[in-house]
């Protein structure tokens, strides 16, 4: 039976962890393992991002979105995922009137006025409009909606140094990503992230 993954990572194309993510969707797609997962946080066709005035607050409720339709949430954590800030500049979650920002993907005209005039609080979610980064929004939606929460260290070793504090909770149960075989070789840690799943 498939399970619906969602993974959380950084996608840097400088320090960034893209290789621990490359590996679990490997291990999605091919014939040798069993972990039959749906990367829910996959840019799919009719994203908000394709928009090109896509502002932060519609990609935190998007990640609200394909977080409630999973049945757990994977963490990748490397040495700059507690640097990363992208998203957390939101003036309007700071009562800062008028309220501008900048939308995702940018653009030639520098910041856009506020989607919003107010809010009014969030009672199933975590609310869109707030100054988390995004990864601090994901990892706050999935501890709200109580889903299995796995965090993997980029990492032959428990880093516990790298956990950003809104982690340190899971600092027990975090594990390195990275583990040997019987052959010295450096291999993702397949059989903890079976076991979590219960595909044992």
């Known amino acids: 039976m ?9 996608y840097s194309n400088n320090n960034g962890d893209r290789n621990v993510v490359d590996i679990l969707k490997r291990w999605g797609q091919d ?48 040495d700059y995922t507690a640097k990363r800030i992208a998203g957390n500049a939101c003036s309007l979650a700071k009562y800062i009137s008028p309220s501008f920002c900048t939308p995702y993907k940018g653009n030639a005209n520098g910041k856009k006025y506020c989607k919003y005039t107010r809010t009014v609080p969030a009672i199933n979610n975590v609310g869109n409009v707030n100054t988390y980064s995004y990864i601090h929004h994901e990892f706050e939606q ?8 796995i965090i993997f260290y980029n990492s032959l070793r428990k880093e ?21 075989n019987s052959l010295g070789e ?6 903890y992230l079976k076991k979590v799943l219960n595909y044992e």
């Open 160 to 180: 516990v140094g790298w956990l950003p504090d809104y982690m340190k909770q899971y600092e027990q149960s975090a594990q390195p990503f990275w583990i040997k």
């Open 142 to 149: 999935a501890k709200k909606k109580e889903k299995i929460i």
């Open 31 to 78: 014939n040798l393992h069993k972990v039959n997962f749906i990367d829910m946080a996959q840019v799919i066709s009719g994203s908000v991002s394709e928009n090109p005035d896509c502002r932060p607050c519609d990609l935190k409720s998007e990640f609200n979105r394909q977080i409630n339709a999973s049945s757990a949430v994977i963490f990748v954590v490397g």
């Open 2 to 10: 498939e399970k619906r993954i969602y993974i959380s990572a950084d």
């Open 186 to 191: 450096k291999v993702g840690n397949y059989s």
